[in-house]
């Protein structure tokens, strides 16, 4: 049965941490909802509750590091990417700090607390700074390896986790890349890369546009930056079209990425951006939110749509 990416993630920190005496876990005092409480049930000698104070959750684990630990912070995404941006910064990035950014509930997942709480900026901001690796797990095998890739790789690295339970997508002992990406299902009309909820969503608009007789393909970008520039120019050459879908803020994030290649490789593909449109959501039930701003199935499909009738 699929479980949560939230408690995927604790769980496996703790199982990191039966072995790994230098893992330490910091949390702004969600740790019920982030599930480093798991981490914490396990190791409490290794576990610091810091308040709400991210900024100096972000620079004590900073200053963690420097002995030789290997910190994760923790808190809801939208805080971690924004009150802890300064030390994330100054502190993790410009010295190359080896500290693990743990962004729970991404996107729009924290649903009913409204734009105060959402997360669709992220992206944009962490694979803005220099030295940061941004990974995007989609389900239960992908989040445990993104986990214990950051704790086997050294350097800033940012995890984008959701609160939701995602589908079981990759069977157990599949082997990921630190700077690829994953083709999901194979099609030759058009290329959907996406990443996180969103892989899943582009998975049932292929189904949809199956039925009208398109051959849809599905990327899973995993891996945001570093990106995997040879898949993203080559689904532009073997597809001749390219629909990216997040759930985030159109400008800056997946689909801006994606473009970046294209534009650098000189790829003549028309594209189509979905994701939420350059605005600040609102409370509400999730997957009503998910249609409202265009990131279902059905969002994706309209996206598929556009950039066919560009080809």
């Given at each position: 049965m699929a479980k949560s990416i939230r408690e995927v993630y604790g769980t496996v920190l703790a199982e990191l941490g039966d072995t790994n005496q230098d893992i330490v876990v910091l949390d702004a005092d969600l740790s019920g909802s982030t599930k480093t409480a798991i981490f914490k049930k396990a190791h409490p000698e290794r576990f610091f509750n810091m308040g709400i104070a991210e900024s100096d959750m972000v620079a004590t684990a900073a200053g963690l590091s420097t002995t030789g630990k290997i910190p994760f912070v923790n808190t809801f995404t939208v805080f971690l990417t924004t009150l802890g941006l300064i030390s994330a910064r100054a502190q993790v990035c410009y010295g190359n700090l080896n500290v693990k950014f743990g962004g729970a509930y991404c996107g729009m997942s924290d649903a009913l607390d409204g734009a105060t709480h959402h997360a669709t900026e992220d992206i944009a901001v962490m694979r803005s700074l220099p030295n940061m690796t941004v990974l995007v797990p989609s389900d239960e095998t992908s989040t445990r390896w993104a986990t214990q890739y950051a704790v086997e790789t050294y350097g800033p690295m940012y995890l984008r986790l959701s609160r939701d339970v995602y589908?079981?997508?990759?069977?157990?002992?599949?082997?990921?890349?630190?700077?690829?990406?994953?083709?999901?299902?194979?099609?030759?009309?058009?290329?959907?890369?996406?990443?996180?909820?969103?892989?899943?969503?582009?998975?049932?608009?292929?189904?949809?546009?199956?039925?009208?007789?398109?051959?849809?393909?599905?990327?899973?970008?995993?891996?945001?930056?570093?990106?995997?520039?040879?898949?993203?120019?080559?689904?532009?050459?073997?597809?001749?079209?390219i629909v990216t879908a997040e759930e985030h803020n159109i400008y800056g994030g997946l689909g801006g990425a994606v473009a970046e290649v294209l534009a650098w490789g000189g790829a003549d593909a028309p594209t189509e951006f979905v994701g939420i449109q350059d605005t600040f959501t609102e409370s509400g039930p999730y997957p009503e939110l998910l249609a409202k701003y265009g990131v279902d199935a059905n969002g994706v499909v309209a996206g598929i749509e556009k950039v066919l009738a560009r080809k």
């Open positions: 589908p079981d997508l990759y069977p157990a002992g599949t082997k990921f890349e630190c700077g690829k990406g994953a083709i999901v299902r194979d099609g030759t009309d058009v290329t959907v890369i996406a990443c996180g909820l969103m892989v899943h969503k582009a998975m049932e608009a292929a189904e949809l546009m199956a039925q009208k007789g398109v051959s849809v393909r599905v990327v899973d970008m995993y891996s945001i930056k570093p990106i995997d520039k040879e898949l993203i120019l080559q689904c532009a050459r073997e597809t001749g079209a």
